[in-house]
């Protein structure tokens, strides 16, 4: 009989557009068909499958990995192949995976973002996932446009693939804190990906997340803290616009009061009046955690 696009989606455990991309732009699309029925993949579509995304996950570029998968294995695929007439980014000492990201987010390939960041988030969880894949190629294209000026195009797709990876692993559901973790941006500042990540591996340890997100006015997080009672308060600044910690006093003195995390390279130097600095997701995690009552 075949199997459904569905059912096939979840047995790779990729989504179902990510399939319906692969057939439309690489041919690899269910093969049996019956009148007044929807096309079914065979055992041999499936295995087709498997191993684009095997080939995907090892860093090939999708269009080689497509050409491999389609000769059912009389062809290895050529690991030297790469998008966009020899555009690169470079990663050094990058993994396959970071190398496989960074050759989709070129090819503007979000279907394929996606299955590389899911399937690593899976295996490896947030924290390693940032800061040996997502991190490395952030920095590698955003040093791609600073050289070239060209790839805010690759820039917004890879975002909009992190941060729909990272929130899908943002739940309260399984929340064992006794209180909660507030998270924002300092106000006029627009970067949320440290956020996320940090978000879902605060709900990767069972910790209560509300996101406030993008351009938090002081005085909004000051009634976030208010109503919610935190145990802990991250902002985050990427930028020296946005990174005056003097504006923390402005924040309203609670009982009991929360940790306060001043996270991202934005932050002006020295100490601040109020608040901690945060070096890296790790730290945060960990300290967020016990501020929550999640050893």
């Not at 290895?76 to 050759?103: K, M, N, W, Y």
């Not at 979000?110 to 690593?120: G, H, Q």
């Not at 616009?241 to 504006?247: F, K, Y």
């Not at 997701?281 to 999640?294: C, D, I, P, Q, Y």
């Amino acid at each position: 009989m075949g199997l459904t696009v569905a059912a096939v989606a979840r047995r790779l455990g990729v989504a179902p557009a990510t399939l319906r991309t692969w057939d439309r732009r690489y041919g690899l699309g269910p093969s049996q068909h019956s009148a007044g029925s929807h096309r079914r993949y065979s055992a041999d579509d499936i295995a087709r499958l498997e191993r684009m995304r095997r080939y995907v996950l090892s860093g090939v570029a999708p269009a080689e990995a497509a050409r491999a998968a389609l000769s059912d294995g009389d062809a290895e695929p050529d690991t030297s192949a790469r998008h966009g007439g020899g555009q690169v980014v470079a990663i050094p000492d990058g993994t396959p995976q970071a190398r496989g990201l960074a050759r989709a987010a070129l090819a503007l390939d979000a279907d394929s973002c996606r299955v590389i960041l899911a399937e690593t988030l899976d295996r490896r969880g947030v924290v390693w996932t940032w800061d040996h894949l997502i991190a490395p190629v952030l920095v590698g294209v955003g040093q791609r446009w600073e050289q070239t000026g060209r790839g805010i195009d690759v820039e917004h797709v890879l975002s909009e693939a992190i941060q729909s990876e990272l929130s899908a692993r943002v739940t309260n559901d399984n929340s064992r804190s006794a209180a909660a973790v507030v998270l924002a941006s300092a106000p006029g500042e627009n970067h949320v990906l440290p956020l996320w990540a940090l978000a879902a591996a605060l709900s990767e340890r069972g910790v209560e997340v509300r996101m406030l997100g993008a351009r938090t006015p002081w005085d909004a997080l000051g009634q976030a803290i208010r109503r919610i009672g935190p145990g802990g308060v991250l902002v985050w600044s990427q930028t020296p616009g946005t990174g005056d910690p003097a504006d923390a006093i402005t924040l309203p003195d609670v009982r009991p009061e929360p940790l306060l995390l001043l996270g991202g390279p934005g932050w002006h130097p020295g100490a601040p009046p109020r608040g901690e600095h945060v070096d890296d997701l790790s730290e945060a995690v960990a300290r967020l955690s016990r501020a929550a009552g999640v050893s």
